[in-house]
């Protein structure tokens, strides 16, 4: 069984064909990378994967399930986590209520209208827990909107991870980070156990590439090469794709 | 600690007004200030807390004082109409969500306001349910244990504890979480759904919980007046709550209480002065979106800090308007 398995995804905008008949398959505990210039529809594919958008056809499995009718909220309770490349956090929030909500979306705490959330010394705890794996626990209480665009990054990181996922999508988690950020995170990513399957977008391959089991380039919505490091780094067609276009 | 001073004293000197108020006049004033201090904090949970503007709340704020008003005339007895008229209104409340839950934003209100307004057509040409222009009377107030509350004193203490709940259920509400949930959903919808929550619930639940509390409301102007009319739910009632919410503070506990507390004081009061106190309420409403666009209580809070701070810094230099928006 595949924790990820893709086949004949297609989505249209108009007449712009965006992802078009991609089959993937990611075994449980692979470091899936996929690759390809912008406008690659690599994004398109990610919200394809959590529900934010419908394919036109083809279909979504997720740990073997077909999820490829389900709305993102219960794939996320069936094990799916991501990031976002443009940071989607609560910016009023401090960074510990920001990662408490990751908690709260999968617990049926999250209907209770007449308990204190501050109160909840077991959330507060995991939710520090989930900080401190991306070094972020000493500054718990800071409002986000009071943090550096690195530090927002490691929180959506930390978002993903708090909700023990078994599929996690990292959309372009080194966007915008200096060269020693991305050290850090890609340490912190390094530490992810195998149990979790890990998928992530670059658009740089070279950040990415020895943390990948298999990588995927997409280009114009395509599949165009998959395998393993050395033979998508060999193959012409990456060349063609990379220094072509 | 000071919070928990300053609200004990706060609730010691409302539970006191009556005495300190020596006219009945100014007690009922009160009394109508609380009213629609429950109503603004009903709309406060949908406009401040989950985001969504409606402008047709008053439509059920007047579903409640009609229905009240119906069933004891038909007999039903106080302690049933109340029911019946707050079950009534969450059903409505609950039709409302539905209908204007397909969109937010601009969308979300305009079906508000469309909702809100067919409401009000009901009151004003279903004539043989509700009198029409003639509106529908209630003959007597409720007697709860036996209390009368024809005095203006014991009429404005009922409206006092009723509102007392409505606040420590607010407070109760946006620290929950659940209330975490709405207010997230506010912030970032696409996020929490993605994060496992079910965003069209929550926002179901929290325009059923404004509904109850707008429904109270006009149970208690029902009471109040003993008599309703289709101005209640006219579309300027909605949009005096959401002035009432938006002028006080959205999404703050005490802004639409304030809110609140100065339209009706103006409506009354300034109107016994002044005739065109329209005018007077339209440029205070001005000048708060210029000086405090977050609105009053958020707004003299940040003037609060702003003042002891420079206080501190040198002297006490005095605040020119200019400087009001400077320095957060």
Known sequence: MNALELSGLSRSFGGLRVTSEVSLAVA???RRLIIGPNGAGKTTLFNLVTGELRPDHGSVHLMGRDVTR?????????GLARTYQIITLFPRDTLLRNVELALLGLMPLRWNPFVRLDGRQDLARRARAALALVGLDGMAERPLAETAYGERRRVEIAMALAQSPQVLLLDEPFAGLSADERRDVQRLLREIPRTITIVMIEHD???ALDFADRITLLHFGRVVVEGTRAEVVGDPRTREVYLGA | MTTRAVGAIAILVLATLPLWLASPYYVNIASQVLIYAIFALGLNVLVGYAGLVSLGQAGLFGVS?????????????????????LLLTLATAAIFAV????????????????????????AYRWISLTGGDNGLRLDTRPLPFGISLASPPAFYLLTLLVFLAAIASMAVFINSPFGASVLGTRDQPRRMNA???????IRFLAFLFSGFWSGVAGLLYCYYNQFVSPQVLALQASA???????????????????????????KNVASAYIERWNLVLGAIFVAIIVLMPEGLVPGCARLGRWLRRSLAARGAPLPLAGRLRGPR
């Open chain 2, 195 to 201: 994060l496992g929550f079910d965003v069209w619930r």
């Open chain 2, 65 to 85: 004082a009609y229905a009240v008003a119906w069933l004891v005339a038909a007999g039903a007895g106080q302690f049933l109409g109340a029911l019946g008229a």
């Open chain 1, 205 to 207: 391959m070279d950040v």
């Open chain 2, 99 to 122: 209908l204007a839950l397909r969109a937010t934003g601009i969308g979300f209100l305009m079906i508000t306001l469309a909702l809100g307004q067919i409401l009000w057509g009901m």
């Open chain 2, 240 to 266: 005096e709550a959401l002035l009432m919410v938006i002028s006080g503070g959205s999404g703050t506990l005490l802004g639409p209480v304030v809110g609140a507390a100065l339209v009706v004081v103006m």
């Open chain 1, 70 to 78: 389900l709305p993102s909220r219960t794939r996320a309770h069936l």
């Open chain 1, 28 to 30: 449980p505990g692979e």
